[in-house]
């Protein structure tokens, strides 16, 4: 025991031998927290706001009192809600035109920017129809659309969006003839009420019951063509479509077999004689034919030669196709600057032929003068997103790229504005972060190379006189890339990491004499790895790693 007292003593002395005082120097600013700021930075040029929010909302944690941390939360913040908004109302006016698609993408794009915006989550979620909700079943007639039932069961088109809604179209103007559509009941519209509606007052002649002619459909023949050879009105197709359950009356084809059911009152156009053979008398189950020439049916003579086939089936199998009243649409409210609807209406037709070239000169020529509003208005985001849109329905867009330019010189211009406001109220620290960004966006803007200058230059200033000489060594050689010939700057870089090293240098000895032996190393190794021959500092972090290592040894005997 007396020998380790011996060693313990010799160990103390040797520490009161090196010992001296000197001022402990400010702990150096944390580099992490200065990685994930310049990580947020670079996103921000980025214009990606999200993954720039997430990188200063971790500096936060390590740098919680920072100004511009906090400042630049509290912005981006404010941009993301903005944003957001924005998002949403855009979705809810391509859902109140029926197309889901777009709306689906802005809601998402909402949720994206505000995770908790509940409108937008609430859209989502309302997509799909509730269970157990009731509706009634409509088949679409030819000229209906989803708006034409809106009005037929709701009293109102524009609620077409509930039918859509319901039936999960994701374009409510692409239907076609003999579709089955879901019509849900609504607030103040119950299903007794589709029911009553959907009843109507009969238009259709009444049946014979259990007489009808056996027709075995020939080459070019359609449902239309048969009723006007029955019948004498090709707009009765569907008497023999419902009777013979086709629930789409385009689907027949050629030697199919369909009854076509004697009526009591033909129609207006129907011809006079009757529909049986005079000889034959009319009898349950058994068919009847109008009067033939050999074994062809024919139209009474009193009536004009049945419409082609063709004509006729374009009237009962074509889809509700407006490709170009769309189209027309369109450029009517082009030429009237009605640039958003315009928009809206030539995607329709972009729906139905992606390859149309006037609809997508149309949209690109329309977003094209939605850019230049937004920047007259200097709405400079939105005039960007415009115009970016813009070209990517016309890479070849001439006047694109020049209000790109503009873009850019414009939000340089508020940039540098704002740099020089922060600048004149000494926030350096933002002021560098602003003016960097407006230097990016206009390199070869001299005013905002010299004011950036002027900000690293004063920033560094107050770093190098707070001892941050590290910190302050950075800002000067940022001035310097501006200024190459900046003396000044080359000077207190030099003088900054010997005031570095001198300063940990003699903060090790008072460590040292402090008989804290690891603080001591840690100052020392800070020199060392700048200027491994600074004085004797390698001597000196060799004697007090030998020293802790033997003191530590010490200690774990003693423990022993």
Known sequence: ???????????????????????????EKDKQANAYIEQAHAYEAQGNLVEALEQYKLAGTIEPDETIIIDSIERLEKELDRLAE????????????????????????ALRYRPDH?????????????????FITHQIAPGESISKLALKYY???????????????????????????????????????????????????????????????????????????YYGDVKLFHVIAEYNGIADPTSVKVGQKVKVPRLESPAAAAPEKPYLPEAAEPVPDVAYAPETDESEPVAP????????????????????????????????????????????????????????????????????ALGREHLAANRI???????????????????????????RTMEADALRAKGEQQFNSNQYDRAVSTLERALALDPDDPSTADLLFQTNYQKALILFNKQDYLAAKASFEKAIAIKPDCNDCRRYIEESMEAFKEFHYNEGIVFFGQEKL???????????????????????????????????????????
């Not at 020998?3 to 702990?27: D, E, S």
């Not at 979705?91 to 993408?105: I, S, T, Y």
């Open 155 to 229: 009293g109102d088109y524009k609620k077409y969006h509930h039918i859509a809604n319901f039936n999960n179209m994701s374009d409510a103007t692409q239907v076609r003839v003999g579709q089955r559509i879901m019509v849900p009941a609504i607030d103040g519209v119950t299903v007794e009420d589709l029911n009553r509606i959907s009843a109507g007052p009969s238009t259709s002649p009444a049946m014979v019951e259990g007489e009808y002619t056996l027709h075995q459909i020939q080459p070019g023949e359609s449902l239309s063509k048969i009723a006007k050879m």
């Open 86 to 109: 924005t998002h949403y109302q855009a979705g809810l006016r391509f859902r109140d035109k029926g197309k889901w698609d777009l709306a689906k993408k802005e809601f998402l794009k």
């Open 381 to 407: 985001d939105a005039a960007k997103t415009a115009i970016t849109t813009a070209l990517d329905y016309d890479d070849n867009c001439r006047d694109c790229n020049d209000l790109l330019d503009a873009c």
């Open 518 to 560: 690891k603080q001591a190393i840690a100052s020392w190794e800070k020199v060392t790895s700048v200027d491994p021959d600074y004085k004797d500092v390698r001597q000196n972090l060799k004697k007090a790693t030998l020293l802790n290592d033997r003191l530590e040894r010490i200690k774990k005997s003693t423990a022993e």
């Open 118 to 134: 509940e409108k937008a989550a609430a859209m989502l979620q309302q997509r799909q129809p509730a269970g157990g909700k009731k």
């Open 1 to 27: 025991m007396n020998r380790k007292h011996l060693c313990i003593g010799l160990g103390l002395l040797l520490l009161i031998m090196w010992g001296c005082q000197t001022p402990q120097a400010p702990r």
């Open 301 to 368: 003579t009193s009536e004009p030669a049945p419409e082609s086939p063709d004509t006729l089936q374009q009237e009962v199998s074509e889809p509700v196709d407006q490709v170009s009243e769309y189209r027309e649409t369109g450029i009517s409210l082009f030429n009237e600057q009605k640039y958003d609807e315009t928009i809206v209406e030539l995607q329709k037709v972009l729906s139905a032929a992606p390859d149309d070239a006037v609809a997508i000169d149309y949209i690109s020529r329309s977003y094209v």
